[in-house]
Structures are given as structure tokens and as C-alpha cells.
């Protein structure tokens, strides 16, 4: 657990900037993603 906190603090690209926003609870758009489900 604490190797992942460590990583997620010093590597900006282990997660994507929408992630690391919503993370850490920053206000962000919501990503729209045009796709179709599988049933």
C-alpha cells in the first residue's frame, strides 16, 4: 500500500490527470466516451 501512495505521488503518469484530479478532489469535467455495450 504504501509503495502504491509512493507511486502515485512521484510518478505523474501512474495514473491519468482525470484520475489524479478526481483522486484528490478536485472539480473536473466529466469524460464523454461514445461507445457502444455489449448486451
Do not use: C, I, W
Not at 505521488?9 to 478532489?25: F, I, M, Q, T
Not at 469524460?31 to 448486451?39: A, D, S
Request: charged content about 25%; proline content about 3%; overall charge negative.
Amino acid at each position: 500500500m504504501q509503495a502504491a501512495l509512493k507511486t502515485f505521488a512521484v510518478d505523474e503518469n501512474s495514473v491519468s490527470a482525470y484520475l489524479y484530479h478526481r483522486l484528490l478532489g478536485h472539480e473536473v469535467d466529466d469524460l464523454v466516451m461514445k461507445v457502444t455495450l455489449p448486451k
